[in-house]
Nanobody
Framework: QVHLVESGGGLVQAGGSLRLSCAAS????????MAWYRQAPGKQRGLVAE???????NYVDSVKGRFTISRDNAKKTVYLQMSSLKPEDTAVYYC??????????WGQGTQVTVSS
C-alpha cells in the first residue's frame, strides 16, 4: 500500500509564495514521474508541472517562470515552489507519483487560495 501526504497549502496574498510538499511512503521503491496537478472549482483537473527520474521538467505555460518543481528521490518527495502567485492559481493541488511498474498514486489534495 502506498500513501502520499501533501502539505504546504494555505491562504496567501497575490504576489506571495508557497511551497508544497508531497511525501510517499509504503510499497513504492522506484518512482518515474512525479507531478503536480490542480483543480479549480468548476474546472477539470490539469497538469501544473512534472519532473522525470532523470530531472527533466515540464510546466504548463501559465506557471512558467513562477513555479519550480523538484524532487528528492531518497525521501520520495516532490516539491512545488510557487512564487508570484495570482488569484487564478487558486485551486486544490494534487501530487501524482508514477511507480516504475506503471501505477499512478494520488495525494489527497491541498487547498491553495490566493487573494487579490
Amino acid at each position: 500500500q502506498v500513501h502520499l501526504v501533501e502539505s504546504g497549502g494555505g491562504l496567501v496574498q497575490a504576489g506571495g509564495s508557497l511551497r508544497l510538499s508531497c511525501a510517499a511512503s509504503g510499497s513504492i521503491f522506484s518512482i518515474t514521474v512525479m507531478a503536480w496537478y490542480r483543480q479549480a472549482p468548476g474546472k477539470q483537473r490539469g497538469l501544473v508541472a512534472e519532473v522525470t527520474s532523470g530531472g527533466r521538467t515540464n510546466y504548463v505555460d501559465s506557471v512558467k517562470g513562477r513555479f519550480t518543481i523538484s524532487r528528492d528521490n531518497a525521501k520520495k518527495t516532490v516539491y512545488l515552489q510557487m512564487s508570484s502567485l495570482k488569484p487564478e492559481d487558486t485551486a486544490v493541488y494534487y501530487c501524482k507519483l508514477r511507480a516504475n511498474y506503471g501505477t499512478d498514486f494520488w495525494g489527497q489534495g491541498t487547498q491553495v487560495t490566493v487573494s487579490s
